[in-house]
């Protein structure tokens, strides 16, 4: 690995030890203004559902690819914009309804997991993790569903957690790869 690797970021070394830092101090931020970042979090989701929306009523375009205008597809612009407005204006009550959704997905995820660990055939090796897999996921959903609030900023600081330990794993990679390079 050559010092230049990253013609773009200059060096590897210090892209990595960039990000990695960069990445402390977003998961330090996380961790202490939980409020804060949560309540950013959700203003972006909104001002990105707006724009999706827009998208798809004009161009037929999202992120993910061209898309067909068709009838359904304009009505789909048209209730996400509603949406990401509706979360602008009631960020609170959106953040609880997004974590009803997150409930019913781990519920949901939770439930198919642990009926195909239970169908499965004897052969499976994986029946026992997919079985713990379906049986966390259950619990997941239901503790999501019994108090959304709380299950949101346990998800932003868990995030914060996660955002600092691998801005520690990016600045270990930048040392190892200067040392490399060396």
Excluded: H
């Excluded at 707006?50 to 068709?70: D, Q």
């Excluded at 359904?72 to 914009?81: D, P, R, S, T």
């Excluded at 997905?105 to 939770?110: K, N």
């Amino acid at each position: 690995m050559t010092e230049n690797s990253c013609p773009m970021c200059g060096s590897t070394f210090g892209s990595l030890l960039a990000k990695g830092i960069l990445m402390i101090i977003l998961g330090i931020l996380m961790m202490v203004f939980t409020m804060a970042s949560l309540f950013a979090s959700e203003i972006l989701l909104a001002v990105l559902l707006i724009f999706v929306g827009i998208t798809l009523l004009t161009a037929g375009t999202t992120f993910f690819g061209e898309v067909k205008r068709t009838w359904w597809v304009i009505l789909l612009g048209i209730l996400v914009m509603i949406f990401g407005i509706l979360a602008l204006i009631f960020p609170a009550i959106m953040l609880v309804y997004a974590m009803y959704v997150l409930a019913a997905a781990a519920l949901i995820g939770g439930v198919t997991d642990l009926a195909l660990a239970l169908m499965g055939t004897p052969a499976q090796v994986n029946r026992g993790l997919l079985a713990v897999s379906g049986i966390l996921g259950i619990i997941l959903g239901i503790l999501f569903l019994i108090n959304p609030i709380i299950s949101a900023f346990t998800i932003v600081e868990i995030s914060g957690i996660f955002f600092f330990a691998f801005g520690i794993v990016a600045i270990i990679e930048a040392f190892m790869a200067k040392s490399a390079a060396a």
